[in-house]
DNA sequence: CACACTTTGAGAACGCGTGCACAAGCTCGG
DNA sequence: CCGAGCTTGTGCACGCGTTCTCAAAGTGTG
């Protein structure tokens, strides 16, 4: 029984998480023992009230007058964020995106291991991207299982989007992280986030229609 | 002057927009000439509430006990999000990342037009991509202002992200869509959103673990 | 024209997240 | 051992966003 379960965390703290154990590997090889909220707030882009509440959800890991201590916060964090155990992922769709996701080098070195990459075209079966090789879409339950596979990223066009959903999650997968530019719904139990970078800049083009035809503010991010 | 500037659109229904839009493509292209919230809300992935008022903050557009013209809201969706013009786009950083996003086909569609590549690496400069050759990252404040962009996406290692946003502010860009994992500030007026697949993954295996260890409820999604 | 039915638009209540402000608790110097 | 100086942890107020609810406003039928 791992404290993880004593409070709920809300859904915006879980999303900074990551924030601060970047920030503090970051720190972490500059062999600095401890640091501030003020220190850590700086390093993640936040201000230094929202890290002492975030931090005092994962419990009271700080020390009044001193800080944080380094080393033990981000032990306490990757172990919150299940960093300190392997997930293997399958990527769905070897298209540009699934292609550069499959030789991103960010995911490995936080326990993310790219094991499986499945397409539905032919003539891309069998073919080698970096280490791995494609395996068809027709085998996606049994590779699935084989790799006991938890996490999906879907990198299909829109209209295949559902369907693969659908099988992955029929498959055992419980999490998703979604690339394609169309709704799609999980079963209650099945977590699932979505990337659209056409939406991205969508909303960057309606802060900036404004700016230039009005004036209002920016929406995310000021001079830090 | 539009009636873009009489009221204050909140940003999560700015996030909408390009759902609802998306949604109205699909269904215009099925000569469908009337859409009720419900159904709009259905095509979406959102409750019928949230549809009616993010819609009643671009204006009444819709008529009581029929529905929304669909002609007519896409018009003014596109409008207010500026996909009625074309934004010239500039990519930094060519890996893998910057690559699959040059080639990306879903960007074009919307009127955001990649027309510059820029990387650091001697190597790829002069290399063509598509139809585009990679720039030297020497050049980026001519280049930039050349090809009047407003919009930058980044596609750097973390470590050159701010001094490149700070170059890309610097030659007159005033969008940012980074993807850099980093903390990256930019000045006022300037918008900056963040996409980071890593975080997206850690937030996963957070929920992930949490099923796994206790069986808390899903955050994201449910079935529609 | 009245009435049943549909659907929008918005007022109001609620809940979540943010940020302020400060007490509690620790260190260190004298 | 005491007091000055930090820094955390948290209670509280505020604001934004979501959802419920229902009056207002349209259509269509007999």
Same mark, same amino acid.
């Given at each position: 029984?791992?404290?993880?379960?004593?409070?709920?965390?809300?859904?915006?703290? !879980? /999303?900074?998480?990551?924030?601060?154990?970047?920030?503090?590997? &970051?720190? %972490? @090889?500059?062999?600095?023992?401890?640091?501030?909220?003020?220190?850590?707030? &700086?390093?993640?882009?936040?201000?230094? /009230?929202?890290?002492?509440?975030?931090?005092? +959800?994962?419990?009271?890991?700080?020390?009044? %007058?001193? %800080? +944080?201590?380094?080393?033990?916060?981000?032990?306490?964090?990757?172990?919150?964020?299940?960093?300190?155990?392997?997930?293997?992922?399958?990527? !769905? %769709?070897?298209?540009? $995106?699934?292609? /550069?996701?499959?030789?991103?080098?960010?995911?490995?070195?936080?326990?993310?291991?790219?094991?499986?990459?499945? *397409? /539905? *075209?032919?003539? #891309?079966?069998?073919?080698?991207?970096? *280490?791995?090789?494609?395996?068809?879409?027709? *085998? #996606?339950?049994?590779? !699935?299982?084989?790799?006991?596979?938890?996490?999906?990223? $879907?990198?299909?066009?829109?209209?295949?989007?559902? @369907?693969?959903?659908?099988?992955? !999650?029929?498959?055992?997968?419980?999490?998703?992280?979604?690339?394609?530019?169309?709704?799609?719904?999980?079963?209650?139990?099945?977590?699932?986030?979505?990337?659209? #970078?056409?939406? &991205?800049?969508?909303?960057?083009?309606?802060?900036? $229609?404004?700016?230039?035809?009005?004036?209002?503010?920016?929406?995310?991010?000021?001079?830090?």
């Amino acid at each position: 029984m791992t404290n993880s379960s004593r409070r709920r965390i809300p859904e915006a703290t !879980v /999303a900074r998480l990551p924030l601060y154990y970047r920030a503090l590997m &970051e720190t %972490g @090889e500059r062999q600095v023992a401890t640091i501030s909220s003020e220190r850590l707030a &700086e390093l993640a882009g936040v201000n230094a /009230a929202k890290v002492r509440k975030d931090l005092s +959800y994962l419990g009271s890991y700080g020390t009044r %007058g001193v %800080g +944080y201590d380094v080393e033990y916060l981000l032990h306490e964090i990757s172990r919150e964020l299940g960093l300190t155990r392997d997930w293997p992922v399958a990527i !769905v %769709g070897i298209g540009n $995106l699934g292609r /550069a996701l499959a030789n991103y080098r960010g995911f490995g070195a936080r326990g993310f291991r790219v094991e499986v990459l499945i *397409d /539905a *075209d032919p003539a #891309l079966v069998g073919k080698r991207i970096g *280490d791995l090789a494609v395996v068809s879409v027709d *085998d #996606l339950d049994r590779v !699935v299982r084989e790799h006991n596979i938890a996490i999906g990223i $879907l990198a299909t066009p829109a209209a295949a989007a559902q @369907e693969v959903a659908d099988r992955l !999650v029929a498959a055992g997968v419980t999490s998703i992280l979604n690339f394609a530019p169309a709704v799609c719904s999980v079963p209650e139990g099945v977590s699932m986030r979505k990337v659209d #970078l056409a939406i &991205e800049l969508q909303i960057l083009s309606f802060y900036q $229609l404004r700016r230039g035809s009005g004036g209002a503010a920016s929406p995310r991010e000021r001079t830090g």
